[in-house]
C-alpha cells in the first residue's frame, strides 16, 4: 500500500499558515512598545523590527503575508497600530507610508535572505543585506507619504521622520541579523518535517 505524501504537505501547510499567523502577531504587539516623540508625527515603535523578522524567517511571500495579515487587521478597526488604534484612517495620516511599507520590507528582506531551509545556513552578510534593504523599503514610501500628508519640506520631512529614527532602527537591524539566523534554522526544520 502507497504512503499518502498529503499528510506531511497539509502539515508543513498548516505550519506556515501558524507561522505567518503568529508574526502578524508579534507585529501587532510590536504597538505596545510606542514612544511619541513630540516634535514628529512619527512614533518609535518595534512594528518594523517584526516585520523584517517575518520576511527573514518566512521567506519573501509569507513574510509579506504576515505583515499584510496585521495591516488588514488593523484596517478593519483592531487596535494594532502604535497608540493601540486601528481604522483605515491610520493609513491615511502621517504613519501610513511607513505601515504601507511593512509588507514591502518583509518581501524584500525575504528575497533577499532567501527562504529558509535546514540544510543550508544563510551567511550573516546575506542577512545584513536583507536587514538594511528592508528598513530602506520601509522609509522609502514612509518619508514619501509623510511629506505628501504633512505639505512640510523635505527638511522637515527628514529631521522629523528619519533623522530621530536612524539610531534606534540600526539597533534593532543589528538585533535581526543576530536572532535571525536560529530563527531561520528553527522554521526551516519545521517548514520541511
Given amino acids: 500500500m502507497e504512503k499518502s505524501s498529503s499528510g506531511p504537505a497539509k502539515r508543513r501547510a498548516l505550519t506556515g499558515l501558524t507561522l505567518t499567523a503568529l508574526f502578524a502577531a508579534l507585529i501587532a504587539a510590536g504597538t505596545f512598545i510606542s514612544i511619541p516623540l513630540p516634535f514628529s508625527p512619527v512614533p518609535i515603535v518595534l512594528q518594523n523590527l517584526f516585520a523584517l523578522l517575518a520576511g527573514l524567517v518566512l521567506g519573501p511571500v509569507p513574510g509579506a503575508a504576515a505583515a499584510g495579515l496585521y ?13 493601540a488604534s486601528g481604522g483605515i484612517v491610520r493609513l491615511i ?48 514610501p514612509g518619508l ?21 529614527f536612524i539610531a534606534g532602527d540600526f539597533l534593532k537591524g543589528i538585533l535581526a541579523i543576530l536572532v ?14
Fill in 71 to 83: 495591516l488588514a487587521a488593523g484596517i478593519i478597526g483592531a487596535p494594532v497600530f502604535a497608540g
Fill in 93 to 140: 495620516g502621517p504613519t501610513g507610508g511607513f505601515l504601507a511599507g511593512y509588507p514591502l520590507a518583509a518581501f524584500t528582506a525575504g528575497l533577499i535572505a532567501g527562504r529558509p531551509r535546514p540544510d543550508r545556513k544563510t551567511p550573516l552578510p546575506v542577512i545584513a543585506a536583507a536587514v538594511f534593504a528592508g528598513l530602506l523599503v520601509v522609509y522609502l
Fill in 144 to 164: 514619501a507619504w509623510l511629506k505628501f500628508s504633512t505639505g512640510r519640506g523635505w527638511p522637515a520631512v527628514i529631521a522629523g521622520g528619519f533623522v530621530p
Fill in 180 to 193: 535571525a539566523p536560529r530563527l531561520r534554522r528553527a522554521a526551516g526544520d519545521l517548514l520541511s518535517a
